[in-house]
């Protein structure tokens, strides 16, 4: 399935939708004041797969009709399966069921789109080796870049499943303590260094109890999102040690909106680099788990035209998202279904594929160019958009937009 598959949806079938037959992501979306409903991506549109269930035309036990997704990735790997083959030969170009599905078609620009899921609970990893080592060289130099224990475990932390949002909700700058100039009494005020982290969220859609093996975590990973792990990393520097983030994480993580399965994803698969030292065998990769999609942030000012600031590739990761889950359970801490691992800053190896601010302008010593300005870290009124798809042969599988405009703090 290397090729463009054809639907009778006409947008679904050019080169730069991030929605061709190919994909069928899995969102929620509402018209007007309507309650929230399951959808599928298709070119333009919005598959009202609530709606068909409900009509008794897909058959899938009511777990279309829930406003997320969670229990239909809770029905199993043999429903997932099902349901993509089904969306598929009835989308596709020449399918009987055209006139069926035609008034079920709700044009995207119309919808407002919401969590695709319930995020059971959120844990965000360090496992980009690029971002590591360049955060590490900033904060204790060259020479300590990289804690002992990277290159042996991902390493993570548990953040806040509260405050995920969907793509689109503001982020207000938060307050916070911070450092005092000379390391002596600290003060409290709004955050000076609020930043991005671009990061790929994996969703978990099996429950797991116990610990598990890479390749059966990857087997229980429904699908993706674009993440933006917004980082505050002034309150980070004085918060961190010796418990990791806490406050400078918990403001909002934003994803978005469409989850893109790793069914979709499959043809798309790559290894992950080459280990430096050996991993210990319950970490290895028994096959490619990681996937080649093509990453890039954009930044628009106020009242000002975008600059991409950064382009990257989720190919960078040291750690796959499997990788991440297996070492999630070897404590024996359950997982479930709509648990959402952070991938890590996705940075790669040149100055302009950077993944965050932090990063992009070396702690704020080379500002970075943008369209009417410079900038160090987010200034109020700026909007970050997240973008990200994998390249097939004349079509791409898209994410869609994972955006949020800073608002001023409340003082
Ligand atoms: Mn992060």
């Known amino acids: 399935m290397t090729t463009l598959l054809r639907s009778f949806v006409k947008s679904a079938n050019t080169p730069t939708t991030d929605f061709p037959l190919n994909n069928l992501p899995?969102?929620?979306?509402?018209?007007?004041?309507?309650?929230?409903?399951?959808?599928?991506?298709?070119?333009?549109f919005v598959l009202d797969v609530h709606a068909l269930e409900e009509s008794g035309r897909l058959s899938y036990s009511g777990t279309l009709m829930k406003g997320s997704w969670n229990a239909f990735m809770a029905s199993g790997k043999t429903e997932w399966v099902r349901f993509r083959q089904e969306l598929t030969n009835l989308l596709a170009e020449g399918s009987d069921a055209q006139s069926v599905l035609e008034p079920h078609l709700v044009a995207m620009k119309k919808a407002a789109l919401h969590m695709?899921?319930?995020?059971?609970?959120?844990?965000?990893?360090?496992?980009?080796?690029?971002?590591?080592?360049?955060?590490?060289?900033?904060?204790?130099?060259?020479?300590?870049?990289?804690?002992?224990?990277?290159?042996?475990?991902p390493i993570g932390y548990n953040g806040r499943a509260s405050s995920v949002a969907v793509s689109g909700t503001p982020v207000?700058?938060?307050?916070?303590?911070?450092?005092?100039?000379?390391?002596?009494?600290?003060?409290?005020?709004?955050?000076?260094?609020?930043?991005?982290?671009?990061?790929?969220g994996a969703i978990v859609g099996q429950a797991s109890d116990g610990p598990?093996?890479?390749?059966?975590?990857?087997?229980?990973?429904?699908?993706?999102?674009?993440?933006?792990?917004?980082?505050?990393?002034?309150?980070?520097?004085?918060?961190?040690?010796?418990?990791?983030?806490?406050?400078?994480?918990?403001?909002?993580?934003?994803?978005?909106?469409?989850?893109?399965?790793?069914?979709?994803?499959?043809?798309?698969?790559?290894?992950?680099?080459?280990?430096?030292?050996?991993?210990?065998?319950?970490?290895?990769?028994?096959?490619?788990?990681?996937?080649?999609?093509?990453?890039?942030?954009?930044?628009?000012?106020?009242?000002?035209t975008e600059t991409i600031i950064t382009r990257t590739n989720y190919r960078e990761m040291y750690y796959?998202?499997?990788?991440?889950?297996?070492?999630?359970t070897t404590s024996g801490c359950p997982m479930r279904v709509g648990d959402l691992l952070g991938s890590g800053t996705i940075s790669g190896p040149g100055k302009n594929n950077r993944g965050s601010?932090?990063?992009?302008?070396?702690?704020?010593?080379?500002?970075l160019e943008i369209d009417g300005g410079t900038r160090s870290f987010i200034e109020d009124g700026d909007t970050l958009v997240l973008r990200g798809h994998a390249s097939g042969n004349g079509f791409r599988i898209g994410f869609g937009e994972c955006s949020g405009k800073l608002l001023p703090a409340k003082t």
């Open 26 to 44: 899995y969102g929620v979306f509402s018209i007007g004041g309507d309650a929230p409903r399951q959808g599928v991506a298709i070119g333009d």
């Open 116 to 153: 695709p899921f319930t995020v059971s609970e959120y844990t965000d990893f360090y496992a980009g080796k690029h971002h590591a080592f360049n955060v590490g060289t900033m904060f204790r130099g060259p020479e300590n870049a990289l804690p002992p224990n990277w290159l042996h475990i």
């Open 172 to 200: 207000r700058r938060p307050m916070g303590q911070l450092k005092g100039p000379n390391d002596d009494m600290p003060r409290f005020g709004p955050s000076q260094r609020f930043d991005i982290e671009l990061e790929m």
């Open 212 to 304: 598990i093996s890479v390749a059966e975590a990857f087997e229980i990973i429904f699908g993706y999102v674009l993440l933006n792990d917004w980082s505050a990393r002034d309150i980070q520097a004085w918060e961190y040690q010796p418990l990791g983030p806490f406050q400078a994480k918990a403001t909002m993580t934003t994803v978005s909106p469409w989850i893109v399965t790793a069914e979709a994803l499959e043809n798309f698969r790559i290894s992950t680099p080459e280990r430096e030292v050996p991993l210990l065998p319950h970490l290895h990769e028994p096959g490619p788990m990681l996937y080649d999609i093509d990453l890039e942030v954009g930044l628009t000012p106020e009242s000002g």
């Open 320 to 328: 796959s998202a499997a990788q991440q889950l297996a070492h999630h």
């Open 357 to 367: 601010l932090l990063e992009l302008s070396w702690g704020g010593k080379e500002p």
